[in-house]
């Protein structure tokens, strides 16, 4: 596949649409996570597959529950928690912590070494983070980034569903070598690696077999999203770190939203209207 311009501009435009259909029409903060729906062109047949023809961006449904649709997942989002040349689980589980469930780690320890792509195939992803769990400076906050990252790790650095791992060397004879290039227009392509296995347990017990489970998880515990969302924009409104205070009237338009449905729209005004907001 030849990763362009036009691939580029068209995953921005698919966050863009979908964030302005949710605002102006007033979908629920479920919706960031299993819509329904999307915004999709040509060039992104190339990444979700499908059969759109032209440029031009057009709102296309399916059905609720599936892995399509919604943040986790999306193709803008999983390219930039990738490294450029193969996906990370830490920079994906780290962001869904902090932009999703509002849990945010604290930095890595000094000296700790970065989890280096391994393109032979012969170590799975899950093998090269075993380095990190094992050690105790390190195991409290990757016992909560790891499983996250794992669930994530069928979609390869720009988004596209892969049952297995790259492996970038030359086959050996007798293998089956890939149809196409993995990610970018350089190397000699690769043949298939190991299976990926996404399967997981999180800190508080719960079995994630997929990305689908944790689309379920999410929209189970929607108000851990909607707290972290409502801190974020309040802290943007305000222009500065919430306080004591603040957090007391996070809580408060939290309770509020959920009690009205967790309308986006409702949520920003509710944010406008806030003493925070109004006494910066």
């Known amino acids: 596949m ?9 995953m921005i435009d698919e ?8 605002l102006v029409e007033n979908h629920p903060l479920e919706t960031f996570i299993d819509p329904g729906f999307s ?7 190339d990444i979700y597959g499908g059969e759109l023809e032209g440029g ?5 449904t399916f059905p609720a529950g599936t892995r399509q649709g919604g943040i986790v997942g999306m193709a803008s989002v999983m390219m930039a928690t990738a490294n450029g040349v193969d996906t990370h689980p830490i920079h994906r589980g780290v962001w869904l912590l902090e932009n999703v469930l509002g849990q945010p780690t604290p930095p890595p320890p000094p000296n700790v070494p970065a989890v280096a792509p391994d393109t032979s195939g012969t170590v799975t ?14 195991a409290r906050c990757h016992e909560r980034i790891d499983p996250l990252g794992f669930i994530m790790e069928n979609f390869d650095p720009i988004g596209r569903w892969r049952a297995n791992y790259p492996i970038y060397t030359d086959p050996p004879d007798g293998s089956v070598a890939l149809e196409e290039e993995f990610y970018s227009t350089k190397g000699k392509g690769g043949r298939w690696g190991p299976e990926i296995d996404p399967s997981t347990v999180l800190p508080d017990g719960t079995r994630l077999g997929d990305v689908t489970d944790l689309k379920r998880y999410l929209l189970e515990n929607i108000d851990l999203f909607a707290h972290c969302l409502t801190e974020k924009l309040l802290t943007y409104a305000a222009g500065r770190p919430l306080g004591f205070g603040d957090r007391r009237v996070v809580q408060h338009i939290v309770e509020n939203s959920a009690k009205e449905g967790f309308g986006f729209q409702d949520l920003i005004v509710a944010i406008v209207l806030s003493e925070s907001f109004r006494t910066r």
Not at 2 to 10: L, T, Y
């Open 125 to 138: 992803m899950r093998e090269q983070m075993q380095a990190h769990t094992a050690d105790p400076t390190c």
């Open 2 to 10: 030849f990763f362009g311009e036009g691939h580029r501009r068209a």
């Open 56 to 60: 031009e961006m057009q709102r296309i």
């Open 39 to 45: 915004y999709r062109n040509r060039p992104l047949t």
């Open 15 to 22: 966050s863009e649409m979908l964030f302005d259909e949710i």
